[in-house]
């Protein structure tokens, strides 16, 4: 629909309303005037043809013929009148302005009709004698033998006609002079009435752009002066909230900004809705180009949309690690978080990440060396375990302190020799983890566990612990079968060393929430709360002596963890002191990928 200014919906509608009032009212009072000119008239007529209906009565016979037209052609020039004296039988019998001798019987004109019935006769008409518009008034002439005949006054309308044109004239000028008038006054009114709005609707306009700095001005009127206030304490309103708006941007921006971790956040459809320089950097992208583009298109990186697409779908928080290509390979730590709204639906996510190349290039150089120093020291050790021997078995068994020495050198070489085959072990599975990943093979958990209490069988029977193993034959897992079972015997030496002797050690395996749980229980030692958060760490022994005089190393747990990290699982302990403890392992079901 076409849309047209208030003033253009006002305006025409008071302009026509007044039309229509000044028409009608000059209609009426035209019509009104018109009615008044005629009547007079008619009661001027009247009035004369009753003043002759007196002077005709006598000469209504046809004797007095010429005397009444003689009377009616003298009265009739005195008067400006014509006048007519008709007989019953509607014969003419004077007439002031014609000879009555050629006029026609007058008997069937409208007021001698109405004359001749008693009444005063009245007619307008064109009069083709006159070939004028003509008013006519007949009154009859009463005798004692009843109507002797008519007396019929007139006079051309012309007169009325001209001045009820004049009337008519100046009622129109006076309409006109009104209209023009009511014309001005609805066009100053419409636009009393529209300008404060078109004020209101500029200040709108400004509000909408972004200026608050000027207050729409307010009208008198009540319902104006009230929209105009309330459209001002909005916009003051609408001014604070948005200044807060823009500080809290701009205060989220500089913390975005100056963090050295990258922040990217992204909506439902995986667009990016910030990113802060550190994550552009890490990713190699253009900061300012990335706002509105999908991270497909934008982060060539395959494992980063999968974190992304899981925090999506799955809404948990998720962690991985990424390794970007370039010049320079970088390794970044990502943190993926959903973004939840207020009604706790997921909008999106926040994915951090954190470059921790220095720190995975500083842990392979720790490895290395680690790795490096064992090999190296592996055969000095061996040579001096070996000349250790010869010596002691040269010694003999009666050689006093020297053969204890020996004795004492040779357990130490043992655990040195234990302590470089672990650390060596664990490198290992560490750099097989970390390049090619383990080889996997379904195997029977039930030969595995048997295959690793075996291992252990006879330092348990040597202790006297008995080994109980529940576990199903048929349960499967997806596991490198050497390195698990190591895991597994090391978890087993380890409760077999803390039970007193005649206990029991517990190995069971059950599938629980969609991954396979192991456990290692005994009814020894137990483990204090304070240290069992560390056991797992390199050598850490919660009784140094004691471990030691049992051949422990420290390292037997921290390589049971690393190689259930490898299988993407977790370890835990439960124990209490004296009571016993319990390893639980997790492998998660791998079986689908
Ligand atoms: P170690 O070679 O000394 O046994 P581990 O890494 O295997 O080293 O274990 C770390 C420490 O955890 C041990 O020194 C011991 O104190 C404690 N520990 C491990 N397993 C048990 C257990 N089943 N019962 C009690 N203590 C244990």
Redesign the pocket.
């Given at each position: 629909m076409r849309r047209r200014k208030l003033l253009w919906h006002l305006f025409p509608s008071y302009l026509l309303i007044t039309v229509i009032a000044v028409t009608a009212v000059s209609w009426y009072s035209f019509d009104a005037v018109r009615r008044f000119y005629l009547e007079e008239t008619a009661a001027a007529l009247t009035a004369r043809a009753r003043l002759l209906e007196e002077r005709a009565r006598p000469l209504t016979g046809r004797s007095d013929a010429d005397a009444l037209d003689s009377l009616a052609k003298e009265l009739g020039a005195a008067v400006s009148t014509r006048i007519t004296v008709i007989s019953p039988d509607g014969v003419v019998l004077a007439d002031s302005e014609e000879d009555p001798a050629v006029m026609d019987n007058h008997g069937d004109r409208p007021e001698i009709v109405q004359a001749l019935a008693g009444a005063v006769g009245r007619s307008s008409r064109y009069s083709y004698t006159l070939q004028t518009n003509m008013m006519y008034v007949a009154v009859p002439i009463s005798s004692e033998t009843g109507i002797a005949g008519v007396v019929r006054t007139a006079v051309p309308l012309t007169a009325v006609e001209e001045q009820l044109r004049a009337v008519r004239t100046r009622i129109a000028l006076a309409a006109l002079f009104l209209l023009v008038l009511s014309a001005a006054v609805s066009l100053a009114v419409s636009r009393r009435i529209a300008r404060p709005l078109h004020q209101m609707q500029l200040g709108a306009e400004r509000f909408a752009g972004g200026d608050f700095a000027h207050d729409v001005p307010v009208p008198r009127p009540t319902e104006f002066a009230g929209l105009a206030e309330s459209m001002n304490r909005m916009a003051a309103d609408l001014d604070a909230r948005i200044r807060t708006v823009v500080q809290q941007k701009a205060e989220q921006e500089a913390v975005l900004a100056s963090m050295s971790e990258g922040v990217v956040a992204i909506d439902r459809e995986a667009k990016v809705i910030t990113m802060n320089r550190a994550a552009a950097a890490m990713l190699r992208i253009d900061a300012d180009a990335v706002r509105g583009r999908s991270v497909q298109e934008l982060i060539r990186n395959v494992r980063f949309h999968e974190i992304a697409t899981s925090v999506l779908e799955g809404g948990g928080p998720i962690e991985g690690e990424i390794t970007l290509a370039g010049q320079q390979e970088t390794v970044v730590e990502a943190s993926g978080a959903p973004m939840r709204s207020g009604s706790g639906e997921t909008v999106g996510a926040v994915i951090v990440l954190n470059d921790v190349t220095k720190l995975r290039r500083l842990e392979r150089v720790r490895r290395d060396f680690v790795a490096n120093v064992s090999h190296e020291l592996r055969t000095p050790v061996t040579s001096i375990k070996g000349f250790v021997e010869t010596l002691r078995d040269e010694v003999g068994g009666d050689g006093g302190n020297s053969a204890r020495f020996l004795e004492i050198i040779i357990k130490h070489v043992d655990r040195l020799n234990a302590i470089i085959e672990?650390l060596l072990y664990l490198s290992r599975i560490e750099e097989d983890a970390d390049h090619k990943g383990l080889v996997l093979e379904s195997v029977s958990l039930f030969d595995v566990l048997s295959s690793a209490i075996g291992e252990c069988r006879s330092v348990a029977e040597e202790r006297g612990v008995d080994i109980r193993l529940t576990a199903d034959r048929g349960l499967e897992a997806r596991l490198n079968r050497q390195l698990f079972e190591h895991a597994v015997v090391?978890?087993l030496?380890?409760?077999i060393?803390?039970?007193s002797a005649g206990g029991e050690v517990e190995v069971g395996a059950d599938c629980e929430g969609g991954g396979t749980v192991i456990s290692?229980g005994?009814h020894?030692?137990?483990?204090a709360e304070e240290?069992q958060s560390r056991?797992?760490?390199?050598?850490?022994?919660?009784?140094?002596g004691?471990?030691?005089e049992?051949?422990?190393?420290?390292?037997?747990?921290?390589?049971?963890k690393h190689i259930i990290q490898a299988h993407d699982g977790s370890i835990s302990?439960e124990?209490s002191l004296k009571q016993?403890?319990t390893?639980s392992i997790h492998i998660p079901d791998t079986s689908s990928s």
């Open positions: 672990d090391n978890l030496d380890n409760a060393k803390y039970s290692v005994d020894g030692l137990g483990i240290h056991i797992f760490e390199r050598f850490y022994q919660v009784d140094k004691r471990s030691r049992m051949g422990g190393t420290g390292l037997g747990l921290s390589i049971a302990v124990s016993g403890s390893f």
